[in-house]
């Protein structure tokens, strides 16, 4: 992934810990580059090292790790030279979720070794909506559910997330039911 993700992992630790807090866990995933290069891309190994080592030093599961970074991703890349082209889609969670594809595909013009996720959205019942999240990994789930909290609370909406599917060898992508509350 690019370079960008595990700044964001930085980030996001040293949001809440300290510079040795990150060295330690860096250790811990056998990472030997302690700071990325954010338009570089690296092994997609090296970013599931870092969050399998922040669960093994926080405690928290992996999954609980993902989705907390999740929501930390929508302010850090909402701040970065990016953030603008999540913003353009719209001013509401909807129209944000649905400018999803657009924005990875404008930030592929910078970065061509994305292999960005793809969202289907469709609507069920009234303010309910069921997402479905194509993509070339796996593992990504539970950060697709901090992400949606996160995209709604920079929107200033209320959603419930549930995940209905998840990708295996038989089923080819995961999908969220999504209900917003406010
Ligand atoms: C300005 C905001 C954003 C930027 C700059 C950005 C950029 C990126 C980058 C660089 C990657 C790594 C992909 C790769 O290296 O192959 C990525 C992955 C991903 N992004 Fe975004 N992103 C943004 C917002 C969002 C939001 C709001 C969502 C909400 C669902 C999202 C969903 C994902 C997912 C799920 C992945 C994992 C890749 C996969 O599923 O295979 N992104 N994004």
Redesign the pocket.
Known sequence: ??G??NEGIRAFILKHHDKETWEAICQKASVGDQQFDGMK?YDDGITYQLVGAISEHTGLSSGEVLTKFGSH??DY??E?R??N??KVAGDSFLE?LNG?DD??AR?QLS?P?????S?KLEEVADRTYRLH?F???TG?DS??VG??YG?AEETGEKIKVNQVAEKSDTVDHSVFEIAIVN
């Open positions: 992934m690019y960008m993700i891309s991703w929508v890349a909402g970065s990016f953030g082209l999540m944000r999803l924005m990875h930030i970065m070794n994305l292999k960005p996720p969202f999240y993509s070339q990994r990504l950060m697709v992400l949606l995209m």
